[in-house]
Every structure is written in C-alpha cells, then in structure tokens.
C-alpha cells in the first residue's frame, strides 16, 4: 500500500453511475517523514472516514475495487486506513 | 482515479472489433491547478460524454474494462467523471 | 491505451508453448507528434497487421490477454490499433 | 518480485476490517548490495516472519492477495520470501 | 513483454510454501543493444531454463501467474522467452 496524505475533495456530477454515492478524495504519495515526494495527485474512494490532512494507506489497481466490495466498481484506488504511527529505523 | 485533461481525438480504421464505436480520446495527466506534469499522453475510452479542454478522472487497467461495462474489451483505460471542482488544501 | 510506433521485430526460439505463433514486435511510446519519449522499448503482440514504422495503440496488463482471446496466454502489451490520424489541441 | 529491505512497521486503527489483525510493515526498494534506490517506502503484508532490516522479496497487485490466501484482501503487496544470498554478475 | 537481461540467482529459505522449488532469476530491463537502462534489478521465475547472460521476454503481474500455470502462485513475474534476435530500425 502506498503511503499518502489526504489534500482535498474533488466533485463531478457528469459521472458513471456506479460511482455514485461515493466519497472521491484528492491524496498525494508522502514520504515517511510525511512530505509530499515526486508524483502527482490523483483521486482515491475513501471507505474508513479520512479527512483532509490525515496520512492514510491506500490500494491501487484490482485491490481497489476489492476493497470498496464490488469487482465492478470503476474505482482503482482506495483509502482502507489511517494511519496512527510509522516507525521507521532512520538508518537505512 | 488519475486527474486528467482531454487534449484531442484519435482515429483508427484498423483495429481490434471489440473497439469499434468506441469514442477514444487523447488525455493527459495534471496537476489539481489543471497543469500538464511529467508523463505523456495516452488514449482512454469515454463513457461519460467528455469533450476537449474539460479535466476528467482516469481509471487504469482492468478497472477500465469494468468501467466499460464487459471484461473482454481490449480497452485499459477509461474516462468515468467530469471533473466540476477540485478543492485542494494547498499548504501541504 | 498507449501511443506507440513500431520498430521491430524480435525472434525466440526457446519459449513458452503458448506463444507459439504469435507475432511479436517491438514498440515504443511516443507523444502526439511520433517523437520517442522516455522510457524503454518494449514487445507487444499485434492482432491488427502492424507494420514497423506505424503508429499503434497498445493495452497493456490483463487487458493485452483479453485481446488476444484466451486468459491465459503469457502476453502483457498487444497492439489493438493502427493509428490513422491524432487530433490534438497543442494550446495545453 | 522487488527485491526490498524491511524499514519499519506501521499502526492504523480505523481501517477496513479485512486488514484486522495482518502485520503492515515498511519496505523500501534496494538495488542488489541492498542500497537504497529512488522510489519510495511503502507498505507490504508480511507472510512469512521478516523483520525490520532484512531484505525480502516482495509482490505486487493481484498476486499480493493470492500470496495472502483470499482474493477479497485490501492489500496489494506481500512479503513473501526473506532473502538469504543474491548472487550477480556484476559485469553487466 | 519486457526487453531483460538475466544477471544472477537469488535464493531465500524462509518463503512462502508456494515459492517451493521454483527458479528464481535476478533480472534487469535492457535497451535493445542489450544495455542497462534506468530501473532496478527484480526477480522474475523461469520457465523456459534462461542462464545467466542471456537477454529474455519478461512479463508482470498476473500474467506471470499465467505464464506458470496456476493463478495462485505468488509471482509476479516470469521469464518467458529466450531472445535470439532484436531486429529494431535504428532510425527511430
């Protein structure tokens, strides 16, 4: 799972239907320290109550849509936690 | 889901029979200010009535083919959402 | 889908029986104007009677299986088009 | 695989109930003298007992899920061996 | 498929059952003159008996799983195909 941060919402009224309903939320990859690192934003469905400036753990690809519950749900990437504490040894 | 840009319209008189009808458009990924970023254009198919110069939400791989309705269509890339707003916590 | 330009062909004599018969090509990704871009040559299997020096639409992932018609062959990128014409707004 | 090394490990309370009770641990991609590479942390399922500093093996997408036994698990990347030598031919 | 070279073995004791007596390659993409490009090492399995040295067809992700025969084998990656030619237009 990638570690991201939860930067925004994103609204669409023309869409699919089945995306309906669904909480869309804008997140960035973050390293473990929390920054914001190389790559762009995109668009994941949370399922677990995440807000705007939590560092979350999200699924990509296929794994998304098992985690929203519906092989057929047009959705590629899922918040499926929050995340409380990263330890991390800083050695390495 | 990738935010992106549809940039133009691609034609092909040779192709795959399961693509036939298929209104495929050129897209590019932004950023949330609508900026092109690194990476390059690619084609996705349109289920949502997209037109050029509107920002959209991508979904990739398998999901597109679910997106489209039928898991044998050689499409592996979607547009599912016309982007209405995106608002961005811009401190992080 | 990716755009592409084919330019070549590859040859295996020792491979898996599943790709027995099937004509593999080299590609590589463009952008809308046919230039090379970054990133590597890779091989695809045509379905469509592209020629080196064309320019193809490519699927990759699963997606190339659906395509060439059986779940289970060992191919991840097939070219699913000839590309006739790009149309694209340059003033992104 | 990804040939990676363990960094650390990562706590979420709120999170989809299918991930009760897996150990989440941090991982970094290395190159084959165990150096860290560019890319990012991220997090993997561990299966197999590895620890923080040891290299692994990882998988990605879909076939997490099936090294986790369940096609329905939101995770989508797995440890799935603990590696004891990497033999290279450093000419190349 | 991708264009890779293989450049050594890796052997790991602690594994997942499945893994059990699988050969596993350390693998790195190459250009078509058979050069090293950018991106790190990986381990893909074999299934056609590539020795070190030789450039090979590699596929990702669940088509590895195909590729070897059962789509529970956590792979994600296998060798396919020894390379006898690239015959590439170096006009590109």
Chains 1, 2, 3, 4, 5 share one sequence.
Request: glycine share 12%; with cysteine.
């Amino acid at each position: 799972m990638m570690i991201c941060k939860v930067i925004g919402n994103v609204w669409a009224t023309k869409k699919d239907d089945a995306l309906e309903g669904k909480k869309l939320m804008v997140v960035i990859q973050t390293d473990t320290y929390g920054e914001k690192v190389q790559g762009e934003c995109f668009v994941a469905a949370d399922i677990v109550g995440a807000g705007v400036g939590e560092r979350v753990l999200i699924v990509n690809g296929s794994t998304a849509r098992k985690a929203l519950g519906g092989d057929d749900i047009p959705i590629d990437a899922a918040i499926v936690g929050i995340i409380d504490t990263l330890e991390v040894d800083r050695t390495h």
